[in-house]
């Protein structure tokens, strides 16, 4: 922890950077209302010269994407750097990222989904702190995002104490309750993780997850339960799961039954059955329901920060308790 | 694979053995799908005993870990056994791994058929004993009397002559399949479904595949997904590692709703292609109607002109 690399607080009139290391933008335009509400917060834009490549779900060919990844980066004018979107397609960069000149230009860097496959890598091979926060096409969807957004970007002082958004509907409520108890206990460490399926991603590879004593994090969406069963299942094989100081698992939108788009069965249990058996008895704390994730309302987790996560029946409190930039 | 050691082979079967049927990932579709495994056995002259769990109901799975893993257990230790088949694949092998009794397995080698899901004990009975194993047919793969008598074929003899060849079209006596690099390559064959392998990254039960002739196949899975975890076996490393790669049947594969336009051969023909790797695409193993049994940890050569996996040694100890 003590080598922990942070990246300087945004300020107004900073540049911030946008690449798409993964998927492309649906529509083009989609950007400006980026850059509008960027302007609102008065940052000035730089857009990667390859943003709107298109092959398929990949922006780009691998060459495209690591040339904007290389050159925003290095650019000293450019303080952030922001993914447009996820999708697929991150991990093939990883061999081929200069992790050295990213280390001596810290910088913020913000994605989540497919670029948990980048967040992870970076974190891991430099020390920096990362940003598992809204895409730089989301993060104006919802007031609860933002709030999370601007305070994770613009203030140096820890996140602290983290609060559930205000219901919409009270006489609808969303499933899953936002602190679904799993497993009670008391944990702390650093925080780590991502998407799930980008987790999955990196095992075997020299990028693989490092959770002994943190707080990890995961989140999934449009995946049958019985795929996140397989997930978990290889991390519990892995020995990723029982040595993590705590589990956070969020909302996992679209992870009912027969949501995905892949094989179904015809018999099927809920993803609370597969989280209950699979993170239910590891003697550590875990919750599910947290919202961040694929949900229009998110909070940003800074990985490599030291956070807190207090888990009983009656109460479930998670706090980020360090600052993430300079 | 030089690291992993002699392998530990089975007695080859012949009729009137006695064959256990097992369900160690989902419970079959439906119950006529074992009636009909039943008759598939017995049709090919052995004598059919059925698991205890294999129509219990856990959710997905055919009962709890601790009956599928009984049923594999009572069949490998009891004496009277000669073999092993699964009826179907669907999800749930990946949480016995843990709990295989690998010195029993060891002390009791036998023939273990199985396919899809299933390839995660293949591989981590493999890993863990050196025990070869055939991957596929799962009972319920087998839908014609092709399938049904290369299976029988493949179980009573030494099957040293073995050969899985792509097929042309009708009309041509031209090479049509699709195809990277040129020549033969010889290697220790593995047989896995794409997914099931990617279960194993990271974990103690991935083989060494340094060298191998890596056969892959998969069922009902997005373009993206099987990109993405093509990706992790070139990220890892392991698609440097092997000799040469042998697509089977991806049925079902395709955008299934997702928005990726490139076709999953596409994405892969491009990683090989970058790596200058052999590969064959369209051999008949995988869910198809003439799928054929894939010897799974014996030494085979991969000819890319011929289109053809063949083997240099036999799957049995005889």
Redesign the interface.
């Known amino acids: 922890m003590n080598n922990l690399i942070k990246p300087r607080a945004l300020k107004k009139g900073d540049l911030v950077g946008i690449i798409a290391p993964s ?1 492309p933008a649906a529509e083009e335009s989609h950007v400006e209302f980026t850059v509008s509400w960027l302007d609102k917060l008065g940052l000035k834009v730089k857009l990667g010269k390859n943003v709107f490549c298109q ?4 922006a780009g060919t691998e060459q495209e994407r690591l040339e904007d990844l290389h050159n925003i980066w290095i650019d000293p004018q450019v303080t952030a750097v922001f993914s447009l979107r996820g999708g ?2 991150s ?2 960069l ?2 081929h990222i200069d992790f050295e000149m990213l280390k001596r230009h810290p910088k913020i860097f913000m994605g989540f989904s497919d670029i948990t496959g980048l967040l992870i890598a970076i974190h891991q091979q430099t020390d920096m702190v990362v940003f598992h926060g809204p895409t730089a096409g989301l993060f104006f969807e919802s007031a609860y995002t933002f709030h999370y957004f601007k305070k994770a970007v613009f203030k140096r002082e820890p996140l602290g104490l983290i609060v559930d958004p205000i219901p919409v509907n009270i006489w609808q409520p969303q499933y899953p309750p936002t602190r679904v108890v799993i497993s009670e206990g008391f944990g702390k460490g650093p925080l780590t993780g991502g998407s799930l ?1 980008l987790i ?6 020299p ?2 997850i490092q959770t002994e004593g943190k707080i990890l994090f995961i989140e999934e969406v449009g995946e049958d ?3 996140v ?3 978990l ?2 991390l ?3 020995g ?1 799961l029982q040595k993590a100081a705590g589990i956070l698992v969020g909302e996992c939108v679209d992870c009912r039954p027969g949501s995905s ?3 179904r ?5 809920s993803l609370e ?1 597969v989280l209950r058996d699979r993170l239910g008895k590891l003697g550590i704390p875990v919750v599910f329901g947290l919202r961040f994730g694929h949900g229009s309302e998110k909070f940003t987790l800074p990985l490599g920060v030291m956070a807190t996560l207090e888990c009983s029946h009656k109460d479930v409190r998670f706090r980020i308790d360090e600052g993430a930039t300079l | 694979m030089s690291a992993r050691g002699k392998v530990l082979k089975p007695p080859m079967l012949k009729k009137g053995d006695r064959v256990g049927l097992v369900c160690p990932a989902s419970r079959p579709y439906e119950r006529s799908i074992l009636v009909k495994a039943i008759a598939c056995v017995e049709e090919m002259g052995f004598v059919p005993e059925v698991g205890k769990s294999v129509l219990n109901i856990n959710g997905y799975l055919a009962g709890t870990d601790q009956e599928r893993l009984q049923d594999l257990h009572q069949f490998f230790a009891d004496p009277k056994i000669a073999g092993i088949f699964c009826v179907t694949g669907g999800y749930g092998s990946l949480r016995l791994l843990d709990g295989l009794d690998y010195d029993l397995i060891a002390r009791n080698p036998k023939i273990f058929v199985g396919a899809d899901e299933i390839t995660t004990l293949m591989l981590g009975i493999f890993s863990k004993t050196n025990l070869v194993s055939c991957y596929g047919p799962n009972l319920d793969q087998i839908s014609s009397a092709e399938a049904l008598k290369s299976f029988q074929q493949a179980m009573t003899s030494p099957c040293k002559d073995w050969q899985l060849s792509a097929s042309s079209v009708d009309w041509t006596t031209r090479s049509s399949w699709l195809t990277n690099g040129a020549g033969k390559v010889t290697g220790t064959v593995i047989g896995a479904n794409l997914n099931a392998l990617i279960s194993l990254m990271g974990t103690p039960y991935m083989p060494d595949l340094t060298d191998a002739i890596l056969c892959l196949d998969d069922i009902e899975e997005r373009n993206d997904s099987l990109d993405r975890w093509f990706t992790n076996l070139a990220v890892s490393g392991i698609l440097k590692k092997v000799k040469g790669l042998a697509f089977g049947h991806f049925s079902g594969c395709g955008p299934r709703g997702s928005r990726s336009v490139l076709s999953w051969e596409d994405l892969f023909y491009e990683r090989l292609t970058e790596l200058k790797k052999v590969a064959c695409f369209g051999l008949p193993f995988g869910d198809s109607p003439n799928v054929l049994p894939l010897p799974l940890g014996i030494s085979g050569v991969l000819s890319v002109e011929q289109g053809t996996l063949s083997f240099t040694e036999s799957l049995f100890d005889i």
């Open positions: 998927s092959r398929g779900d990949h697929n397609s991990v093939g990883l061999p399926t999955r991603q990196l095992m075997g590879t990028y693989e339960p019985h795929c069963d397989r997930m299942t290889q519990l094989l892995a990723k788009h892949r094989r069965f015809n018999i099927n249990q059955t």
